[in-house]
Antibody, heavy 122, light 107 residues
Framework: EVQLVESGGGLVQPGRSLRLSCAASGFTFDDYAMHWVRQGPQKGLEWVSGINWNSNSIGYADSVKGRFTISRDNAKNSLDLQMNSLRSEDTALYYC???????????????WGRGTLVTVSS | DIQMTQSPSSVPASVGDRVTITCRASQHISSWLVWYQQKSGQVPKVLIHAATDLQSGVPSRFSGSGSGTDFTLTISSLQPEDFATYYCQQAYTFPQTFGQGTKVEVK
């Protein structure tokens, strides 16, 4: 069974850092791009970041560029999101998402984790 | 960045209705447009990719059309399980942006 399990969420103060992780199983991890998508409380979906199969192509939403860093470890079937300088507007449920192809663009998101909740508040 | 604009933001509808949702991209995205359905408390599910391709297992009452900048999702005969929020997303380039969502609700 294809599965994505996020961890690392929690309550954090503005300006602090948090690292999210995603453990993947049930598919050949290094054959696919991976993404983070977030959804604020009662809000829509926002693509946060994506990384292709070999980490050569990475993209970020403007809202997180310079603060968040995506990375992957194909040997460990894991995806991370390092989030620095967190703001209240970063409060959201963060989904780890599998892309339908290896390069990240021109595909779609076919498997979603259940999400990990990040709350930024003092 | 490419902006995705959906309309309407909500659609009051009844079972059996034909429902149409539109999505406009701020620049040309060829056919790299994806439609997702999200039911309350659930993760999103892909319905249509490459603007017109029905994802495996998705009922044929869902269809997509369009290319370039203007796209449409159509539900030919709304079923009770179709009340949900629908999002379009451009997959043409990074950052991959979503529309703001369209909620199909009970009339």
């Amino acid at each position: 069974e294809v599965q994505l399990v996020e961890s690392g969420g929690g309550l954090v103060q503005p300006g602090r850092s948090l690292r999210l992780s995603c453990a993947a199983s049930g598919f050949t991890f290094d054959d696919y791009a991976m993404h983070w998508v977030r959804q604020g409380p009662q809000k829509g979906l926002e693509w946060v970041s994506g990384i292709n199969w070999n980490s050569n192509s990475i993209g970020y939403a403007d809202s997180v560029k310079g603060r968040f860093t995506i990375s992957r470890d194909n040997a460990k079937n894991s995806l991370d999101l390092q989030m620095n300088s967190l703001r209240s507007e970063d409060t959201a449920l963060y989904y780890c998402v599998k892309g339908s192809n290896s390069w990240g663009k021109n595909g779609f998101f076919d498997v979603w984790g259940r999400g990990t909740l990040v709350t930024v508040s003092s | 960045d490419i902006q995705m604009t959906q309309s309407p933001s909500s659609v009051p509808a009844s079972v059996g209705d034909r429902v149409t949702i539109t999505c406009r991209a701020s620049q040309h995205i060829s056919s790299w447009l994806v439609w997702y359905q999200q039911k309350s408390g659930q993760v999103p599910k892909v319905l249509i990719h490459a603007a017109t391709d029905l994802q495996s297992g998705v009922p044929s009452r869902f269809s997509g059309s369009g290319s370039g900048t203007d796209f449409t999702l159509t539900i030919s005969s709304l079923q009770p399980e179709d009340f949900a929020t629908y999002y379009c997303q451009q997959a043409y380039t990074f950052p991959q942006t979503f529309g703001q969502g369209t909620k199909v609700e009970v009339k």
